[in-house]
């Protein structure tokens, strides 16, 4: 491996497709779980089995669905998204969801009976009382946040079955250290382990940073 | 409860002395053969291996990884012998110490495989360098494993001095996986691929590939057996290895392999190396 512009761009792509899989995930995740969390209706049990269930997805198998679903001959072929970061994103959506929408509603509920009665009492409207919920519960979203992202950044299954690991195109950091290690370049592998693991540690340090500003 | 309990002992009891029946036990009787994901996908070893274990005694552990592993695998002292097909890093592996001998017992040649259309005009040239070339100036899609395996060492042999750069040559991708997964990435992309032919014939089916080019002289591919070297590694199993490189390159074994293949795909996969 050319080790400067190639390994820069690798952890260019793996940042890109961690943060849409991450942001994607909690725009989709984080109002469900809230609405599920906050309210009480028939069925509510069957959900959080059902995303409890899903959280142990493995990445393979969710790697398989969407491929299956972008192969050429597939129902979405026809868009030619098969080996590209943008599916990279969709498969790791799948995979990350029901992790956020799971832990978001497990944190609502605990907050939610106490908060709800208060804005009742100040007349607050539902969206304005949702809103009041994820203000409320800032470390635990960011928490929800990284759990995302570090599930995004470290996964391998999926994103090489649908991304190819292809060269300057969808080779990310975990599929460049499965390749390493394949090639029998043991320590290399280990090293850029070990660069991901410092990726990580500075997007969590950014992370609680930007809360803690937020609070001050 | 107590009923089913009782018929899984017996089952149980009636296996161990199965076991003990067997006539000779080896010593040591494991033995550690890293190998190469061609190798291993063809399913060549799962149908050559019982008739040895059969008639020795001995099991054989099987673990299958890019050459680059397999041969850093048995470097770390994890395998007896290795079975591979890169004769440079074969050498290297002798050469360093960590090897007793090459011993070369059977070839097969690797085939370009394309979409049906061939594209390029790859078909009835010369050599897999011809081939290569015209897919070059047509600039077509070839899917390349970029994973220094032995296919990828023969595929860049064959480009010499002309290897694709694939930053700036789009049509070239280089995929760093192994063999099923770069076939399905160059059928999808209807890309053209260098593979060994018997794990193309495993995968037909699934593929919108075909041969376009085969036995091309620069297509031939070596498979070598490697004793480790036990003065350099510790807790190698000498005899082991030995018996089975015997076992190998003997009568009974050439013609096992020389049947392979014949009954499902109508060809033989291998050929033995005529002494």
């Known amino acids: ?216 | 409860m107590k009923k089913l309990l009782a018929i899984l002992l017996s089952v149980v009891m009636l296996l161990s002395f199965a076991a003990c029946a067997k006539e000779k036990t080896p010593e040591n009787p494991v033995i550690r053969m890293s190998t190469t994901t061609s190798v291993n996908d063809s399913g060549l070893l799962s149908y050559l291996l019982p008739y040895f274990e059969d008639a020795t005694g001995y099991t054989v552990e099987v673990q299958s990884a890019g050459t680059g592993a397999a041969i850093q695998k048995a470097k770390d002292g994890n395998a007896d012998l290795i079975l591979v097909h890169s004769k440079a890093s074969e050498e290297e592996f002798v050469s360093e110490g960590y090897g007793v001998e090459r011993i070369p017992f059977m070839y097969n040649y690797f085939v370009v495989v394309g979409p049906k259309s061939d594209p390029a005009g790859v078909k009835g040239s010369e050599s897999a360098a011809a081939a290569f070339a015209k897919i070059a100036d047509a600039k077509a899609n070839f899917v390349s494993r970029g994973d220094d395996s032995g296919t990828h060492k023969a595929e860049l042999k064959i480009w010499g001095d002309n290897v694709p750069d694939s930053k700036s040559d789009s049509w070239y991708i280089s995929a760093g996986q192994g063999m099923g997964a770069c076939l399905t990435m160059a059928s999808e992309k209807g890309a053209y691929c260098l593979t060994d032919k018997a794990t193309f014939l495993a995968n037909a089916n699934s593929l919108e590939l075909e041969i376009v080019l085969s036995e091309g002289e620069d297509m031939k591919n070596t498979y070598s057996l490697i004793e480790c070297n036990p003065e350099k590694l510790d807790g190698v199993n000498t005899e082991g290895a030995r018996a089975l490189i015997e076992w190998m390159t003997g009568k009974e074994c050439s013609e096992l392999i020389a049947k392979y293949g014949e009954e499902q795909y109508g060809s033989a996969l291998f050929y033995l190396i005529e002494e």
């Open chain 1, 1 to 216: 491996m050319n080790m400067d512009s190639e390994l820069l761009q690798i952890i260019g792509v793996t940042l890109r497709m961690s943060f849409f899989s991450t942001v994607i995930s909690c725009l989709i995740g984080m109002p469900l779980g809230v609405l599920i969390g906050k309210s009480v209706f028939k069925g509510k049990r069957t959900i959080k089995k059902l995303t409890g269930t899903l959280m142990g997805l493995p990445p393979v198998v969710a790697g398989l669905i969407v491929y299956m679903l972008f192969t050429k001959y597939g129902p979405f072929g026809s868009f030619g998204l098969l080996f590209t970061v943008e599916v990279m994103v969709i498969a790791q959506c799948m995979l990350i969801i029901p992790v956020v929408i799971n832990l978001t509603e497990s944190m609502t509920e605990i907050n939610a009976k106490k908060l709800i009665e208060t804005a009742k009492g100040l007349n607050f409207s539902k969206l304005k009382t949702s809103l009041l919920l994820l203000s409320e519960n800032k470390q635990s979203l960011l928490s929800v946040v990284l759990t995302a992202f570090g599930r995004s950044i470290a996964e391998v299954g999926a994103v090489s079955l649908v991304g190819g690991n292809i060269q300057w195109k969808t080779r990310v950091m975990t599929t460049a250290i499965m390749l390493e290690t394949n090639k029998g370049n043991f320590s290399f592998a280990l090293a850029l382990g070990i660069i991901l693991l410092l990726i990580s540690f500075v997007v969590n340090i950014l992370a609680s940073a930007l809360v803690r500003e937020d609070e001050e």
